[in-house]
């Protein structure tokens, strides 16, 4: 059924609401996910917005203010969002807050140690001082970049909604089935667009792909820190220069939100390339579509870069 038609149906269902449900979502791609489920209901808040770091994130008032008034809550979980930990405690006890790493059909995946890792099966080689960038289970967080974690997500969230506000139940519940069709178009498409590169070895500036790389079957060789706001020592670039050339890797991704100096450094006198990849979306326009932009222009940076 075309969206179109989808939508004058369930406008007959229920009507659309200006003062919809109070929700809200702490990064930009799982708003995104949430706007689509509440597309023609209301729009959810989003609280890391822009370049911000969710490992960083320092909440500003108009986030208190939506969180006093909140409904329902979607976040990863406490190995990323840190900052939402003491809020979540104040919330009224029957409002759902709801993690993603906890959520049923949710696939997740180890956190790598040290700074190189042999092709895309996860294996790492342990250096001293290393440790994981993952939660306190292990667990890497950014688990949003495989869209079937995605459509998982989305299947929880019109679950939610459909409970918080009951009226607009089966407008939550087309969204979420629409945008379940969507992902799996997606998915395949991203096979088709990243299969010439995915055997070409890289090097990111920090450990954030791993969903889409095991999703994708891609060839990542290290990187170059193991946190986003860690600043490598000399031994450790020392380390990932050597990585580059052993690999002979194409390329080492920065990322918009941190300094590049380190990349750099890495690349400098190898010939290899710099491109950029953003697990977050922080210059893309938040709302329905940026899920499916970001993980296009993940893509599109990787075969760039890769590509001949």
Not at 45 to 68: C, I, K, Q, W
Not at 115 to 144: F, I, K, N, V, Y
Not at 249 to 264: M, T, Y
Not at 282 to 288: E, T, V, Y
Request: charged content about 25%; hydrophobic content about 45%; glycine content about 8%.
């Amino acid at each position: 059924m075309k969206r179109p038609l989808l939508v004058a149906l369930l406008l007959l269902v229920s009507p659309v609401r200006a003062d919809g449900p109070a929700v809200v979502a702490s990064i930009a791609p799982l708003h995104s996910l949430l706007s689509g489920v509440m597309a023609d209901v209301s729009e959810p808040h989003l609280l890391v917005r822009g370049g911000a770091s969710p490992h960083t994130y320092t909440l500003r008032p108009s986030d208190m203010r939506a969180l006093e008034k909140v409904v329902a809550l979607f976040w990863i979980g406490e190995g990323l969002e840190n900052f939402l930990m003491r809020p979540l405690a104040s919330l009224r006890a029957q409002t759902p807050v709801v993690a993603a790493a906890h959520i049923e059909g949710v696939r997740l995946l180890p956190a790598r140690e040290g700074g190189s890792w042999e092709g895309g099966d996860g294996h790492t080689d342990h250096g001293a001082g290393e440790h994981r960038h993952g939660d306190e289970h292990g667990s890497d967080p950014h688990l949003w970049l495989d869209p079937r974690n995605a459509a998982a997500i989305v299947a929880t969230m019109a679950d939610i909604l459909a409970e918080v506000d009951p009226a607009n139940a089966p407008r939550y519940r087309a969204n979420a089935r629409e945008l379940a069709q969507r992902l799996a178009e997606l998915e395949a498409e991203l096979h088709g667009r990243l299969a010439p590169v995915r055997d070409r070895p890289y090097l990111v500036f920090h450990d954030a792909y791993r969903y889409f790389e095991t999703r994708f079957q891609l060839s990542p060789a290290g990187a170059v820190t193991i946190g986003p706001e860690t600043r490598p020592g000399a031994a450790r670039l020392t380390a990932i220069r050597e990585r580059l050339r052993q690999t002979n890797a194409r390329c080492v991704f920065a990322e918009p939100q941190f300094r590049s100096s380190a990349v750099q450094v890495v690349v400098e006198g190898t010939g290899a390339r710099i491109g950029v990849l953003d697990p977050v979306g922080a210059d893309l326009k938040p709302g329905d579509a940026l899920y499916f932009d970001l993980l296009r222009r993940l893509a599109d940076s990787l075969v760039d870069c890769l590509g001949d």
